[in-house]
T-cell receptor, first 115, second 114 residues
Framework: AQSVTQPDIHITVSEGASLELRCNYS??????LFWYVQSPGQGLQLLLK??????LVQGIKGFEAEFKRSQSSFNLRKPSVHWSDAAEYFC?????????????FGTGTQLKVEL | ETGVTQSPTHLIKTRGQQVTLRCSSQ?????VSWYQQALGQGPQFIFQ???????GRGNFPPRFSGLQFPNYSSELNVNALELDDSALYLC?????????????FGPGTRLTVL
C-alpha cells in the first residue's frame, strides 16, 4: 500500500530565508505526487504536482519541488519565504486504481515564519 | 466559476446521532471524493463518487455512506456517531477519474461529536 512520510512536524524559518520541506513516499508504481497548503479555516490548495517528465516542477507562490526516484522523495522548496507562507503543508501521492482515484496524504508540516 | 462549497461549516452532534454533510462540486466536475481530517493528521480518503456511483472506498466502516446526485453534488452520511468521528470533513471534486486530474477541495465541515 502507498504511504507518505513528512518527517518534520513543525518548522520555523525567518522571513526571507530559504525553505525545504521533506517528503518521502512509498508506492510500487510511478507515483503521482502533490503538495497542498492549508491555511487555518481553509480547504487544501494545490501548490504543484508531478506526473512525469522534468523532475523539477514549478508551482504557485514561488514554490518548486524536485522528484528523486532513487530517494523516493519529493521535497518542496522556496528560495525566500514570506510571512504569508505560514500554514500547514501536505505532501500526497495519488493512486488511480480500481480502488478509486484517491490521494494519500502525509501528516503535514506546520510552517511558522518569524518576522 | 464557483469552487467547491460545503455545508454546514460547523456542526455539533452527540454520540449515537446521525449526520449529513453536503458538497457542491465545481462546475463541470463529475467526480467527488470525501476525506476525513482528524486534528493534527493529514486527510484520509473515505470514498469517491463518479457519475452517481461509488468508485472506491477507503478503510471506513459501513456507517459512513454517501450519495451523488445527477447534478454531481454529494452527501456524506454518518450513522451512530462516535467520539472519534470528530474531524474536519473535506470534499474534493475533479473533472474525471484520469490520473492527471487535480482534485479541488472545499473549505470543509468541522464536526464535533460530544
Amino acid at each position: 500500500a502507498q504511504s507518505v512520510t513528512q518527517p518534520d512536524i513543525h518548522i520555523t524559518v525567518s522571513e526571507g530565508a530559504s525553505l525545504e520541506l521533506r517528503c518521502n513516499y512509498s508506492y510500487g508504481a510511478t507515483p503521482y505526487l502533490f503538495w497542498y497548503v492549508q491555511s487555518p479555516g481553509q480547504g487544501l490548495q494545490l501548490l504543484l504536482k508531478y506526473f512525469s517528465g522534468d523532475t523539477l516542477v514549478q508551482g504557485i507562490k514561488g514554490f518548486e519541488a524536485e522528484f528523486k526516484r532513487s530517494q523516493s522523495s519529493f521535497n518542496l522548496r522556496k528560495p525566500s519565504v514570506h510571512w504569508s507562507d505560514a500554514a500547514e503543508y501536505f505532501c500526497a501521492v495519488g493512486t488511480f486504481t480500481g480502488g478509486g482515484n484517491k490521494l494519500t496524504f502525509g501528516t503535514g508540516t506546520q510552517l511558522k515564519v518569524e518576522l | 466559476e464557483t469552487g467547491v462549497t460545503q455545508s454546514p461549516t460547523h456542526l455539533i452532534k452527540t454520540r449515537g446521532q446521525q449526520v449529513t454533510l453536503r458538497c457542491s462540486s465545481q462546475s463541470g466536475h463529475n467526480t467527488v471524493s470525501w476525506y476525513q481530517q482528524a486534528l493534527g493528521q493529514g486527510p484520509q480518503f473515505i470514498f469517491q463518487y463518479y457519475r452517481e456511483e461509488e468508485n472506491g472506498r477507503g478503510n471506513f466502516p459501513p456507517r459512513f455512506s454517501g450519495l451523488q446526485f445527477p447534478n454531481y453534488s454529494s452527501e456524506l452520511n454518518v450513522n451512530a456517531l462516535e467520539l472519534d468521528d470528530s474531524a474536519l470533513y473535506l470534499c474534493a471534486s475533479s473533472p474525471g477519474l484520469a490520473g492527471g486530474y487535480e482534485q479541488f477541495f472545499g473549505p470543509g465541515t468541522r464536526l464535533t461529536v460530544l
